[in-house]
């Protein structure tokens, strides 16, 4: 059974830094990619960032240059470097991990349970 375990959220003031971390009960090669998504609150929740099993990143236009995703294989985590955060980043980040099921015939997401990020002015 797959587990992603957040971790790293925290109350920072505007300008700071997190890392947030998201280790998996399997490998992390055993998905086509991994990624960071978060929901401030009355929002949707929204991709942040995201790295494929090759290493390939992509980010929202809101983070970019701010904002740096990496994965370490042999610790089947991902990271989720932030710095120069801002008020408007506050939300609970999810860790997401995306297979392919053959035997569903399409791409199945897990997540995990969340890490609360509170970026004060």
């Known amino acids: 059974q797959v587990q992603l375990v957040e971790s790293g959220g925290d109350l920072v003031q505007a300008g700071g830094s997190l890392r947030l971390s998201c280790a998996a009960s399997v490998s992390i090669f055993s998905f086509n990619s991994m990624g960071w998504y978060r929901q401030a609150p009355g929002k949707q929740r929204e991709l942040v960032a995201t790295?494929?099993?090759?290493?390939?990143?992509n980010y929202a236009d809101s983070v970019k240059g701010r904002f740096t995703i990496s994965r370490d294989n042999a610790k089947s985590t991902v990271y989720l470097q932030m710095n120069s955060l801002k008020p408007e980043d506050t939300g609970v980040y999810y860790c997401n991990a995306r297979k392919f099921r053959y035997e569903l015939g399409s791409f199945y997401d897990y997540w995990g349970q969340g890490t609360q990020v509170t970026v004060s002015s």
């Open positions: 790295i494929t099993k090759i290493g390939n990143t």
